[in-house]
């Protein structure tokens, strides 16, 4: 079952004609519930127009703060987005889910990080580098931060007010796309950007983990161009805006019935869906609370493990194989290849 409190928005703050951050008051008997790893998300609910929308937003404050900060940018035809941006102000009230979520920041003494972020992609970036730089007096980090332009940079005065606080733990590189920028890049961050920085820029230097956060493309450009400069893959953490489909999963979905067991909160329900329909859809659709928030395949929030029988997902940038061969799905993208199907909420 989803797990969402009602709480009343403290602060919303204009960060840039598009986006604004957002600071939750958290009662002090829930204080706990919200305590939370730099780089984790919480789902934000509210109703719209009649319907309930949820979206999943990255934490940009730290642990250490106190305070569960979420920033929002408005998206082209996003309803909560423009909600968000528009109308959304302090006093009001919200339902947020307690925070989740894979891309977490990995702590430890004397370490070197380097960020690569796009866009609203800074925000987990952000929670990541203030509390390394809070917490661990003898790391480094360096930012590489795309975006149009100044004016469009989330948290730009901010950042550069880290780097001034920091001088010399925290090195900070903008490359923008339409603006010509005294003594930054002009273009957007890629393979040879990455090998810009990291072949020639820091070429004296080790880093000893990245931290990803932007389009696809972006993602698989900068992790080629680590991975040939000798960073493994085990340390190069990365989330994704979107997931690219699988075509090969595609092709094995065929018209045909599937008779599903859901198993939440241990109580089972068993119903019959489409092979067509993806799980978390047609379990909403039976009145069964499954736990969900992107419905993009890019957050772990509707994660269930397939006890009985087959699925397959379009779309996943989180599971490992290893995962998927416990049987762990993510129910938004995943479809049912067999007659029968078994899901378990519970046991993930």
């Known amino acids: 079952m989803a797990d969402f409190h009602k709480v009343k928005i403290q602060e919303v703050k204009q960060e840039t004609a598009n986006a604004v951050s957002v600071l939750f008051n958290i009662p002090q008997q829930l204080v706990s519930e919200f305590n939370f790893e730099a780089g984790q998300y919480i789902t934000l609910q509210k109703v719209i127009n009649g319907e309930e929308i949820r979206r999943a937003y990255s934490i940009c404050s730290t642990p250490k703060s106190g305070e569960v900060r979420v920033a929002i940018k408005k998206v082209e035809n996003g309803v909560f987005s423009t909600f968000a941006t528009s109308t959304l102000k302090a006093g009001d009230e919200i339902e947020i889910s307690i925070p ?14 380097i960020g690569f972020a796009a866009g609203s992609g800074i925000t987990p970036i952000l929670s990541m580098i203030k509390t390394v730089l809070e917490t661990e007096p003898t790391s480094n980090f360096t930012l590489v931060y795309g975006n149009k332009s100044v004016a469009d940079t989330i948290f730009y005065t901010a950042l550069n007010a880290l780097k001034e606080s920091f001088s010399g733990r925290l090195n900070l590189h903008y490359i923008f796309s339409r603006e010509n920028v005294k003594n930054e890049l002009r273009g957007r961050i890629d393979e040879n950007v990455t090998n810009y920085f990291v072949k020639n820029m820091y070429k004296e230097s080790t880093f000893d983990a990245a931290y990803l956060c932007g389009p696809e493309e972006m993602i698989k450009e900068v992790s080629k161009a680590l991975k040939s400069n000798n960073i493994s893959k085990e340390n190069i ?6 997931a690219s489909v699988d075509e090969e999963a595609t092709a094995e979905i065929k018209e045909g019935t599937t008779e ?15 092979q067509t329909d993806d799980i978390l859809a047609a379990s909403l659709r039976n009145n069964i609370d499954a736990p969900y928030s992107c419905q993009g395949g890019v957050c772990s929030s509707c994660l269930g493990k397939v006890t009985e029988g087959k699925a397959v997902m379009v779309k996943n940038s989180i599971l490992t194989d290893d995962e998927i061969e416990e049987g762990l799905i993510l129910t938004c993208q995943a479809h049912p290849t067999t007659p029968k199907i078994t899901v378990d909420f519970d046991d993930v």
């Open 260 to 274: 599903v067991t859901i198993l939440l909160d241990d109580e089972e329900t068993t119903f019959s869906m489409q």
């Open 237 to 242: 953490h990365f989330e994704l805006f979107t």
């Open 100 to 113: 989740e979520g894979r891309f977490l920041l990995n702590t430890e003494a004397n370490k070197n990080y």
